[in-house]
């Protein structure tokens, strides 16, 4: 037995040993491709000495002889901390992830070949205006100078994830750069999916109800269209469907999740500073590491200090000395899905205005890790790419014996966007901006900007000018073949809305609609954003003057004006009614939720429980609401619409006829359902989060989720990459966490302000800045989440041009010289 036990001892020794062993191993391959910051290193590609200083909190201050070497540095340095993230990028928007990640990301390939955003960024290079390409190729000469040094063995593959994903890098070349705009544009549009949406519930129920459940704008004065049945027959009600997986690796989101962000800015009149102000705070999902990335570079024209996205040479929202500039989502209406007849005799061929036209078409090859590879057609009509009916449900929508294809503005092979982008962050003036903006096509984003005098708001990028007897306006899928339903170009960049120095003195933007124009001539049908300006406007207009810190504040403010409506709505009949009730039976729990919800005034804030109980009580109430009419499509509505919500219970157009169970023999009120779904929501958050509703917290359900796209569901290693924080604030709060509203953690934050900053003209270099997590990308590094506590706080860091604060406290100084 003695014998045995020392054999145990030994073997357990030696177990222990060989995991420190693999540990240590690993650890040792992973942190060699951390970079040494204070380095000096030759490097081909730049005409004379280049210095990165990166300051106390990483953010690399680039001090270059000229232009291009400063971007030379850019890439150099995106190429240290980011060099996965961008290789990802790539790989996404070419279409080549199943190389790395086999048949999981199949789907995703298929869709990006068939968009073909690659190609059409390689032939736009030759758009690009010199100053730009000349950027583009000192950048690439930069990222290529890191890579090189990868190469030569001493930077361990260049990131951790190398280890596990082993495959060559290729050169990075100015189309990479503009092929990530376009996967942002992607990212951007919620106007396919929100299309076939559309059409599919149309087929479900009475037209007079589709203004109910998808309305429009509340301020908007545009009539109701006929339903998708009436312009496209022969498509059959169909509530099934499949979403595509929600991949992390997917840059496809569903329309909730669509590009959001915050922009505002006061001039002199409104400022108590002097001058102007600027916020604006971004919102995109959330990752590990955050898609931002902070830098300042010292131009010829100037200092320009931001976020940057890394795979592109600009600052996307920032400031120089005299100028700074904001970006939210347009939201204009910039895709359309055209129903193309196939030729029956041959299927080749699909119908045009003028008779059958052939395909345009070509063969891609699609590698695959582990699993043959699959050779996919790829077909083109005039009208855009052809899109199988597998994909976004399109063939839910798709009468027989045709096909869909997609119109979009970003499908350009002349795409100048990121020289539009490039002069946007030269400019030195707001008409400057405005006037770099014109040749801007995808994203289309509302640009706001601020000099030391004056304010703008200007929206850029492609307005589709279409048929003004367009059969369904762009908000149904419709026939291709019919001339009227063809785009006929763009409209002038003079008709994209312009809002210069208003007398009021303040201009902003959460999303939501800024013109009332009549279709053809309008923007979209579609917004994101109905209820936060609502917030907005009352925090703009409650102070005469503005600062710094007020606009601070306005960033970080969690008071919903959705729950304080709805929640008022919903318990209109039940307050302070009905009798005493037991301890813990649900009519005394009710009692105690609503008790909680009438002295509560709608702030999302972490610690509270009233902003879980409300989250849950409308997400019932719209299931209740709906789930009857619709059948299975029910769980593709996985947001709550405010504007759907209040118009049944105001009864607006006879809209309380969705609390009517229409299965059920009684005929059901609203009071009834907001009472039992006040009943399931209480089930809900006492099953998941506690037995007493009045101690659980909503940030406890509201964890932003920073998630490794890669490695975030690995076993064990997802304790080290992912970065998960309590956070306040909601779907419907100026600081916005949007939920994910599917699984069983439906109020996850999942996208966010990424990048917060705000821009002082008084003085600015009392500007600040901060994102989500850090600014390294890799999970060793202590830079990985270095600023993601100060981002879940409300804090920031300072956003100066100053060399000397820079260099104070700087954690190194990488000095690139040219080599002999």
């Known amino acids: 037995m003695a014998l045995i036990f020392r054999w145990l001892i030994r073997l357990a020794t030696a177990l222990v040993f060989l995991c420190v062993a693999a540990i ?47 971007f030379f540095a850019l890439g150099y340095a995106h190429a240290q901390d980011r060099l996965w993230q961008m290789t990802m990028l790539r790989r996404t928007v070419q279409g080549r992830l199943s190389e790395l990640f086999g048949t999981r990301t199949v789907e995703i390939d298929k869709v990006m070949r068939r968009y073909d955003l690659y190609n059409l960024s390689v032939a736009s290079v030759a758009a ?67 299309e076939v949406l559309r059409a599919r519930t149309s087929l479900l129920i009475d037209p007079d109800r589709l203004a109910d459940i998808m309305p429009d704008d509340p301020t908007s004065g545009i009539a109701a269209l006929p339903a998708y049945a009436a312009l496209v027959p022969d498509v059959a009600p169909n509530s099934t469907g499949t979403r595509m997986a929600a991949d992390p690796l997917s840059p496809f989101h569903p329309p909730e999740l669509a590009g959001a962000s915050n922009a505002w800015a006061a001039n002199e009149t409104r400022s108590a500073t002097g001058s102007t102000l600027l916020a604006n705070d971004p919102h995109l999902g959330l990752t590990a590491p955050t898609i931002w990335y902070l830098a300042r570079l010292e131009l010829e024209t100037g200092g320009v200090i931001g976020a940057t996205i890394p795979g592109m040479p600009i600052v996307l929202s920032g400031r120089g000395d005299s100028l700074g500039w904001g970006i939210t989502a347009a939201y204009v209406d910039d895709v359309d899905i055209l129903i193309e007849e196939v030729n029956p005799d041959d299927p080749t061929q699909y119908r045009s205005p003028d008779g059958w036209a052939p395909f345009r078409s070509r063969d891609s090859i699609i590698n695959i890790k582990d699993a043959p590879a699959i050779t996919l057609r790829l077909r083109w009509t005039a009208n855009g790419p052809v899109m199988p009916g597998t994909q976004f449900n399109l063939g839910t929508i798709t009468p027989p014996g ?143 003057v503005h600062t710094r810190d ?12 959705t729950a304080r409506t709805l929640s008022a709505l919903m318990g209109a009949d039940l307050w302070f009614t009905g009798d005493a009730a037991p301890e813990g039976t649900p009519a005394r729990k009710r009692q105690i939720a609503l008790d909680l919800l009438s002295a509560w005034n709608g702030e ?98 509201h964890v932003a989720t920073h998630d490794h796209p890669v490695l975030g569901k690995t076993p064990l290693l997802h304790w080290f990459v992912n970065i998960q924080q309590s956070t306040s604030g909601g779907d419907n709060t100026l600081q916005r966490g949007k939920t994910s509203g599917v699984g069983p953690a439906p109020f996850q934050n999942v996208h966010a302000a990424g990048y917060r900053g705000v821009y002082d003209f008084a003085d600015p270099d009392s500007s600040v800045f901060v994102t989500s997590t850090g600014q390294s990308g890799h999970p060793l590094s202590r830079y990985y989440d270095n600023l993601g506590e100060l981002w879940r706080r409300g804090e920031y860091i300072p956003m100066s041009l100053d060399p000397a604060l820079a260099r104070a406290a700087a954690v190194g100084v990488t000095v690139l010289t040219p080599a002999p």
Request: aromatic share 8%.
């Open 604 to 701: 999302m804030n972490e610690h509270l429980p009233e902003p879980l109980i409300y989250a849950a009580w409308v997400r019932a109430v719209q299931q209740r609401l709906i789930r009857d009419e619709l059948g299975p499509l029910a769980a593709e509505f996985t947001h709550v619409d405010p504007v759907f919500i209040e118009r049944v219970f105001r009864d607006i157009d006879g809209a309380s006829i969705w609390c009517d169970v229409i299965q059920s023999a009684p005929v059901e009120t609203c009071t009834d359902i907001a009472r039992q779904a006040l009943d399931d929501a209480i089930i809900w958050v006492t099953e998941n989060h506690g037995a007493a509703i009045e101690a659980v917290r909503w940030g406890d359900a």
């Open 128 to 194: 690009q205006d010199a100053q730009t390409l000349d950027a583009l190729t000192a950048y690439s000469a930069g990222v290529n100078a890191w890579l090189a040094e990868v190469n030569s063995g001493a930077r361990g593959r260049g990131a951790p994830e190398m280890w596990l994903f082993s495959h060559p890098v290729s050169p990075w070349q100015p189309a990479d750069s503009i092929a990530i705009m376009k996967l942002m544009a992607l990212q951007l549009s919620p106007h396919l999916e929100n």
């Open 402 to 544: 045709h096909v869909t294809a997609i119109a979009w503005s970003a499908l350009s092979d002349r795409d100048t966007s990121i020289s539009a982008a490039m002069g946007i962050m030269r400019a030195r003036t707001v008409n400057a901006a405005i006037r770099a903006g014109e040749t801007f096509i995808a994203p289309a984003l509302n640009l706001t900007l601020a000099d030391r005098n004056r304010i703008a708001m200007k929206t850029i990028g492609a307005l589709p000018a279409r048929n003004a007897n367009h059969q369904s306006q762009g908000r149904f899928p419709s026939f291709g073949y019919l001339p009227e339903n063809r785009w006929q170009g763009r409209f002038p960049y003079a008709e994209n809305p312009i809002f210069l120095n208003p007398e009021g003195g303040i201009i902003g933007n959460t999303n939501n609609k800024t013109v009332d124009r009549d279709f053809p001539h309008h923007l979209s049908f579609l917004w994101g954003d109905t209820q936060r300006i609502n917030r907005w406007r009352l925090l703009m207009q409650a102070r005469e």
């Open 550 to 561: 007020s606009f601070i504040e306005a960033q970080q403010d969690t008071v919903s004006f």
């Open 24 to 70: 240590s191993l690993a650890y040792y391959f992973a942190a060699r491709s951390l970079p040494d910051y204070n380095a000096q290193t030759d490097v081909a590609g730049i005409s004379a000495t280049v210095e990165i200083v990166r300051d106390n909190a990483n953010v690399p201050h680039i001090f270059a002889a000229n232009d291009n070497d400063a």
